[in-house]
């Protein structure tokens, strides 16, 4: 197993991705819009890196997809290739929830610790969904983790690392070995 910055998050799974809904009608319609990266650890914490949350309408609620998950909202329109989803927000009112923390980083190494900003919970796709419980007008940028019930976030004063797994060449003649067997 390969680690990253941290002894304690294993980075060897490929990355997935953190969308964030912005809101654009009074019946709680809009779009979901790719902010970041995501994917989980050992402990089953959901960690998301969230790169930009520039517009005006985000409502707080992210979701962290998994590599392999399916994203939220409905696919986007091929003509107006943009990475955004129409959608709602999903609420699950029988979900166990759980604790989403902000990393906070006061040096700039990017140490710092984490701080509670909301809640989250995890869906039967095994999408993690976060909502911040404060108001940000100004977006937010930064890394988060859901954590399920009764976990606590990572310890490390370090955020998390997000590096997509490099493809070695034994991976590439195993999977030339299985292709002949089709």
């Not at 392999?68 to 609420?91: I, Q, Y």
């Not at 859901?146 to 999977?175: H, N």
């Amino acid at each position: 197993m390969i680690f990253g910055t941290t002894m304690s998050m294993p980075v060897d799974s490929p990355l997935g991705e953190t969308w964030g809904f912005a809101q654009m009608s009074n019946a709680g319609k809009g779009y979901w819009y790719k902010i970041g990266l995501g994917r989980s650890d050992e402990a089953g914490r959901a960690l998301g890196k969230v790169n930009t949350s520039p517009f005006k309408t985000f409502t707080g609620d992210i979701i962290i997809c998994l590599h392999g998950t399916k994203p939220p909202g409905a696919a986007a329109d091929p003509s107006f290739p943009l990475l955004r989803r129409s959608g709602v927000v999903e609420e699950d009112p029988e979900a166990m929830l759980g604790v989403m923390w902000g990393h906070s980083a006061k040096f700039r190494s990017g140490k710092g610790y984490y701080e509670e900003a909301g809640v989250g919970w995890f869906d039967q796709l095994g999408r993690a969904h976060g909502r911040f419980l404060l108001t940000i007008s100004s977006g937010f940028k930064g890394f988060v983790a859901i954590c399920p019930p009764g976990v606590k976030p990572p310890q490390d004063p370090m955020p998390p690392s997000f590096v997509q797994p490099v493809q070695t060449d034994d991976d590439t003649d195993d999977r030339e070995e299985d292709s002949e067997l089709l």
